[in-house]
């Protein structure tokens, strides 16, 4: 490719004030730079072809950032400068698909497969039976919107509806074009839609720099990446050797691009358009030829680069994928085939107890390291008591280790023969490992409970989950810095966190001041805008889910009424059974619990469910009604959800006769035709918009 002027000439015209012509030419050579450096950015991260040495790239690249630095009214919106990525984000905000991002249906055996592709050929008799089939990665989705060819958005899966906005950490994968490659025309829209993945060796990188940092290490590639992708700061996102392969596409405006026809044209022109697709696809004629390929994924699993859980088959015909449509989980054009849980023998060193957040205890098999699947394994979940004397492991024995679903590792049964005669039962503890306090067993349950609520392990996964997604979702808050936190005594419930000062965070190793004020701000945030059942939820009362804090905080509308309640105005509630009851009971009459409540009364940390206008109005359309949302709306089901819940209606999730309405929107599935069997008013969304509005006039 011709490069415009030479830079020398132009950074000297930089020191005067440029001539338009001299604008120009300017303008031409940073176009230039731009194209060339992310030309020469595809073949290294891409194709594996570099033709220049990194000293020539890195050349090129300073030229570009000082110009853009001299000129920032020509940077292009899609300059490789903008991989650098900036400091901290304040959140990751959410963003509804066009269309929905559906999981796949799943089959383990051939008979499941000619199953499947029997349900096909019933459904649209005249389907072409071949199949695009490529790998299944496992790693994190991800769809990248594209406009007229520049990248304007990245989405998570999500729920399959809405997922979380990372376009400024989507920026950072060297694989994802920022705008796309070729002269044009591009479509007007495409959303491609693929896996981020860590490589195998890459994520042994990356686990052995935590460790040596003293870090947590990733569980898994999947986790590592997913953890990497939803960093909020953007610039630790950029260090991590992430991968994207583009796989399927969302929606699609061609414009005057020529539309594609079937997945292989589709495939082949994502390769053109810059980006890594899945090794080894292909198409496939015919059922015989796609159990053939499925064969020959499995026997080579352990030699692709990133971890793989199986193959998958798609329908090529684009025309057909549309004919055969979805169900209310999954398309009827595609299947993957899941491979079993890849197995390893070792050795059990050690039986080691740990504690959560309930107080609850679980037996942890520590084992001499082992890799299963690409991923180093040293310890795996013995469950509880009954499971470790079910499987009859005693330490010192030589066991079979797989990853129950290749995340968790679990040990699936021991090699009597190979049992040495010192091996003896081992007996669980009768007192809790990290406070000393005795432990005990309920009646009729598989755990071991401590009940010290001033455990230190217990306090610190408490803590843990009254910041998380489960509690008040606070972002930017760690487990690493609870960690931190605890260990020093700073923080001993989750009131303490409130009264935190910059200060005091800027003690801790790797707390910038940038950081610091991000934290002390995320916790403000929460403190005002903390809703009583998120704030219940994080309490971690056993037995006590979000749904549960829901229902809890919709009755009760104040903490004080909560706190009073007793196990038989629990019980009234549906859904509230007497253990849950006794639950709640026991946790506010704790002397421990009380004071750290009313430490958060004075904090201001003390949400009311504010009775709406709907709540006084008994002729309201919604009020105490049971709504349940299907299919996709034209904004995300959550958002529809809590305008129900505000006008008063009851939010449940699934079908039955006490359902009073059923909104739904496009491809709502099997609830749709459950709802019409029982007689349920169906509504559309306009007519669900019609009735809030209804009663808004009211």
């Known amino acids: 490719m011709l490069l415009p002027p030479e830079p020398d000439a132009l950074l000297r015209v930089a020191a005067s004030e440029p001539a338009p012509e001299e604008d120009s030419a300017v303008h031409d050579r940073m176009d230039a730079l731009v194209r060339e450096l992310e030309r020469h950015n595809r073949l290294y991260h891409t194709l594996d072809a570099p033709e220049i040495s990194d000293e020539a790239y890195d050349a090129m690249f300073a030229e570009l ?14 300059s490789p400068t903008l991989r650098v990525g900036g400091g901290l984000l304040p959140g990751l905000k959410t963003q509804a698909h066009r269309t929905r991002m559906y999981g796949l249906e799943d089959v383990f055996n051939m008979d499941e497969w000619h199953d499947f592709a029997q349900r096909m050929i019933r459904a649209v008799p005249e389907t072409p039976m071949v199949f695009w089939c490529d790998p299944k990665l496992d790693g994190l989705a991800l769809e990248l919107v594209y406009e007229n060819g520049l990248l304007v958005s990245a989405i998570t899966r999500g729920n399959g509806e809405e997922g979380e906005v990372v376009l400024e950490q989507a920026r950072t994968i060297r694989t994802i074009p920022l705008h796309l490659a070729g002269e044009g025309p591009f479509p007007e829209l495409l959303e491609v839609r693929g896996e981020v993945v860590m490589y195998k060796e890459h994520f042994a990188e990356a686990n052995a720099m935590r460790e040596a940092l003293g870090q947590k290490l990733f569980a898994n590639p999947r986790n590592a990446a997913a953890g990497c992708l939803r960093q909020l700061d953007v610039q630790a996102a950029r260090r991590m050797p992430l991968t994207f392969l583009a796989y399927s596409m969302g929606a699609a405006v061609w414009g005057s691009c020529p539309p594609r026809t079937s997945h292989a044209d589709l495939m082949h ?7 890594a697709t899945p090794p080894g696809g292909k198409i496939c004629h015919g059922l015989g030829e796609v159990e053939s390929y499925v064969e020959s994924v499995r026997a080579g699993r352990e030699g692709y680069a990133m971890q793989i859980d199986g193959a998958v088959a798609k329908v090529n015909d684009l025309a057909a994928q549309q004919a055969l449509g979805f169900t209310a989980r999954s398309p009827r054009f595609a299947v993957a085939f899941k491979f079993p849980a890849e197995q390893a023998m070792t050795i059990l060193q050690a039986i080691e107890v740990q504690v959560g957040r309930t107080g609850v205890l679980t037996p942890v098999a520590k084992l001499v390291p082992v890799s299963v699947g690409g991923v180093t394994v040293s310890s795996a979940t013995l469950h509880n ?68 609520i001033s455990c230190p392990a217990v306090r610190l996964r408490s803590i843990i989950h009254f910041v998380s997604s489960a509690g008040l979702d606070i972002q930017g808050i760690g487990s690493q810095w609870i960690e931190q936190l605890v260990q020093s005594g700073r923080v001993k419930t989750p009131a303490d966190l409130f009264t935190l000062t910059e200060k005091e965070l800027l003690g801790y190793e790797r707390m910038g001041k940038q950081l610091a004020s991000n934290f002390v701000q995320a916790l403000e945030t929460a403190r005002e805008e903390a809703t009583l059942a998120r704030f219940l939820s994080g ?38 059974g007497p253990k849950m009851a006794e639950s709640i009971v026991s946790f506010f009459a704790g002397h421990a619990n009380r004071e750290m409540l009313e430490k958060f009364r004075s904090l201001g940390l003390w949400p009311e469910e504010k009775e709406n206008d709907a709540a006084e109005d008994s002729n309201s359309p919604l009020q105490g009604r049971r709504f349940l949302f299907t299919g996709t709306l034209s904004i995300p089901r959550g958002e529809a959800q809590r305008m129900a819940e505000k006008a008063g209606a009851v939010i449940v999730s699934s079908v039955s006769k006490k359902l009073d309405y059923l909104v739904a929107g496009d491809k709502p599935g099997s609830k749709l035709d459950k709802a019409r069997s029982l007689g349920i008013e169906v509504l559309d969304e306009q007519a669900f918009m019609a009735m809030l509005e209804e009663q808004k006039e009211k």
């Open 539 to 576: 309490l971690g009362i056993h037995h006590v889910g979000e749904q549960a804090a829901r229902l809890l905080a919709q009755h009760f509308h104040t903490m004080d009424a909560i706190v009073q309640a007793s196990c038989e105005e629990l019980t009234v509630l549906p859904g509230v």
């Open 269 to 275: 022109y994502f390769e053109t358009c810059g980006f």
């Open 385 to 452: 008591e009954d499971e470790v004397r079910a499987k009859d492991v005693r330490i010192g024995d030589t066991v079979v280790v797989q990853r129950a679903g290749d995340v968790i590792p679990e040990i699936v049964r021991v090699c009597m023969e190979k049992r040495p005669p010192s091996a003896v039962p081992w007996v669980f503890p009768d007192t809790c490992p990290a406070c000393g306090e005795h432990v005990h067993r309920e009646q009729g349950q598989s755990a071991w409970i401590c009940d010290n």
């Open 65 to 78: 950032t000082a110009l853009e630095r001299q000129y920032p009214q020509f940077r292009s919106p899609h």
